[in-house]
């Protein structure tokens, strides 16, 4: 059934800064109606040749890839009479995933003083219905099937069940929620693959909070310009970004952009003012650290520093610096080790 939390965003602002991430559910939908037009064709209705860009819509255009999910389900032998009710059944969950909106079916909205978590997982285990129907065609033509353990499967299927191969057809998921309820971390257990979330802040918001995702893998972004999403759209592994006021924090974290924490991340702007007051459970002093980590982050070290993070505990160094101003920092430091050596040993 559909999830309880999913409804289409309320406001313009969400709609224009989702619309960059919409093309990403390509994969997703393009696979759930592959997969309605092969057991279609096992329940021996045949389809037309127009049947999938019908249900998909102008959305589909030039995007369709029927290849990615359809040989989850086999035709390896005739259908037995025993399946047909369970083909009807995933037959009619797939077709009726494919016909729903979009930006109804991937919006999630989490009322005043409720959790993130909570809404997200309800919409992608809706989202995941498709897999698990998929799912049960498949081992009702093998002859596995068991309704005790697989039949709920087309009716919630949770992110935690998810193939490695289902996460990377994740389509983005769009959140609206209070700036008192924004806590980043719970989106912790469903960044893999290639799901992306966006976050829409209600009200005042902690100056930082998605600072706590930043990890070398995950796009990151926070921006009050519904136009810096496109970058999270591209991204090809997961991302979160969040459409936040004008007085937070505003950066992006790009894994492609380097190895080194300082090349990902970029800061656009910054609160004029420290934090003086608590949002939601979020004190002033925490809201400062995480302002801190970013800036942690975004900061390059000196050459001098990074010389002293490179010397092994032998006192040479490991790596030699690229820069003239490195080598020679380095070179000190080696040669300064010398004479404090044979002192302790002499």
Not at 181 to 195: H, I, Q
Not at 198 to 209: E, F, I, S, T, Y
Not at 331 to 342: D, G, K
């Amino acid at each position: 059934m559909p999830s309880d939390t999913a409804q289409a965003p309320a406001t313009e602002p969400p709609v224009t800064a989702y619309s960059a991430l919409l093309a990403a559910a390509a994969p997703w939908r393009s696979a759930v109606v592959a997969t309605v037009e092969e057991v279609r064709g096992m329940l021996g209705q045949p389809a037309t040749p127009d049947a999938a860009a019908h249900s998909l819509g102008e959305f589909a255009r030039g995007r369709i890839d029927h290849e990615r999910f359809s040989g989850i389900v086999t035709r390896a032998r005739p259908v037995e009479t025993a399946t047909l009710l369970r083909l009807r059944v995933a037959h009619d969950t797939l077709r009726a995933l494919a016909e729903r909106p979009l930006p109804e079916l991937l919006s999630a909205n989490v009322p005043p003083g409720g959790r993130i978590r909570g809404a997200v997982a309800s919409v992608l285990a809706e989202l995941g219905r498709a897999f698990g129907a998929a799912h049960e065609v498949a081992l009702a033509r093998r002859g596995d099937f068991r309704e005790a353990e697989h039949g709920s499967m087309h009716a919630s299927y949770p992110f935690e069940r998810w193939t490695r191969r289902e996460r990377r057809l994740a389509p983005p998921v769009l959140v609206q929620v209070d700036g008192a309820d924004l806590a980043a971390t719970d989106l912790l257990p469903f960044l893999d693959g290639t799901a992306k979330f966006l976050l829409v802040v209600r009200g005042a918001c902690a100056p930082a909070p998605l600072v706590r995702l930043v990890t070398p893998g995950t796009y990151v972004v926070q921006s009050a310009d519904p136009a810096a999403f496109a970058g999270l759209a591209e991204a090809p592994g997961p991302g979160v970004g969040a459409l936040v006021p004008a007085d937070a924090a505003q950066f992006v974290h790009d894994p492609s952009r380097g190895r080194a924490p300082w090349d990902r991340v970029r800061i656009d702007a910054l609160p004029a003012e420290p934090p003086r007051r608590a949002v939601g459970p979020w004190s002033p002093e925490q809201q400062a650290e995480e302002l801190r980590q970013l800036e942690a982050l975004a900061t390059r070290p000196s050459s001098v520093a990074m010389a002293v993070a490179a010397q092994s505990p032998n006192g040479a160094t490991t790596e030699e610096p690229a820069d003239p101003a490195g080598r020679l920092a380095a070179w000190l430091l080696e040669a300064s080790a010398a004479p404090a050596a044979e002192a302790r040993h002499g």
